[in-house]
């Protein structure tokens, strides 16, 4: 992520804003950091006092969009769904619009660390098992797929 320089003139601060992209600044320690410490929030006022892991990534050729295992999440912010405006996808959408879409998807994944049930069931490929480019290749190869044990 390209540094900001305090004490700068608004509108340089603004052209450097604006130079930023989607990779930089979903891949950046600064988003990651916000991410995990809104969903430290939102765990905390559910009574779930523990830590998510996120691991973000820029994989365009990935198909993963975002999962969880229940200790971490993971989100692909290169997919089309957070880049590309699905009534014309042709058309890209700002920076702001495709975090903002992130950010709602970081949460749907908190979404499953609260109400699914993970004792119960069986993941094919643990997502604490795979880091960047065993992820990839995993998901790839669609083996991400919940498996009920009853």
């Not at 920076?95 to 069931?121: N, P, W």
């Amino acid at each position: 992520m390209k540094k900001v320089i305090r004490n700068v003139p608004e509108a340089m601060l603004r052209a450097q804003i604006s130079e930023l992209t989607l990779e930089d600044v979903s891949t950046s320690a600064e988003f990651k950091r916000i991410i995990e410490t809104s969903a430290a929030a939102v765990l905390k006022a559910h009574n779930r006092n523990r830590y998510i892991k996120f691991i973000m990534q820029y994989a365009p050729k990935d198909p993963m969009t975002a999962c969880t295992d229940n200790s971490m999440c993971y989100l692909n912010a290169a997919h089309k769904m957070f880049s590309e405006d699905p009534n014309s996808p042709e058309d890209e959408i700002s920076v702001k619009d495709s975090l903002q879409r992130i950010y709602g998807a970081s949460f749907h994944e908190i979404g499953h660390v609260l109400y699914t049930c993970f004792s119960e069931m069986k993941l094919c490929v643990s997502c604490s098992k795979m880091e960047t480019s065993m992820f990839q290749q995993s998901s790839s190869q669609g083996t991400w797929q919940y498996i009920m044990t009853n």
